[in-house]
């Protein structure tokens, strides 16, 4: 205060303090200040215990046990041996070789139809052209050598459209199985 006094030329002059007055109003929020470094991370903890064990699953069945009840029912030892077990696991598979030839002839065109057992499918099959004197030297060509359904169909003619001179036979199998 004295400055003022001063600058306006007064005399100088003491002046008692007065009371303070009422608090102001409150200022604006400052801005945040920046986040601060991670910390260091801590140590693992102590492994815990193992849990307890679990209960048993039931017991499978045997390959043999076609229909699952656990007894050794007659029809289920396949091998008939009295014994129920792998062995009675494997398929069963029936295979056999069914062969057949024509008639030796001197025709031009011969066929032979060659046919598996019930319930049986050819796997495969073959065939060889053979002359009356058991020769394999035959002048004839195959034209089919196929599967069919339940067996083997073969088919041949000679080399040219003229009749042979010799007779000759087809002779023929198929492998078939279940």
């Known amino acids: 205060m004295l400055v003022a006094a001063a600058a306006l030329g007064l005399a100088a002059c ?37 849990g307890a064990d679990g209960v048993n699953g039931a017991d499978g069945l045997h390959c043999w046990d076609a229909n699952g009840d656990g007894i050794e029912d007659f029809d289920e030892d396949t ?9 009675d696991c494997q398929p069963s598979i029936t295979r056999e070789v069914v062969t057949g030839e024509t008639a030796t002839s001197t025709i031009f065109q011969q066929s032979l139809t060659l046919t598996c057992g019930a319930g049986m499918v050819p796997y495969g ?54």
């Open 14 to 50: 003491e002046v008692d303090e007065g009371p303070s007055g009422p608090e102001g109003p409150a200022g604006e929020e400052g801005e945040s200040g920046t986040n601060g470094v991670d910390g260091v991370d801590g140590t693992d903890g102590v492994d815990g215990s193992d």
């Open 79 to 87: 091998n008939a041996d009295s014994i129920w077990d792998a062995a």
């Open 125 to 178: 099959g073959g065939y060889r052209l053979v002359a009356a004197n058991n020769s394999t030297n035959v002048d004839a060509i195959v034209t089919v050598s196929r599967p069919t359904a339940d067996g083997w169909e073969l088919h041949a003619h000679g080399d040219n459209a003229g009749t042979p001179t010799y007779a000759w036979r087809i002779e023929g199998s198929v492998v078939c199985g279940n």
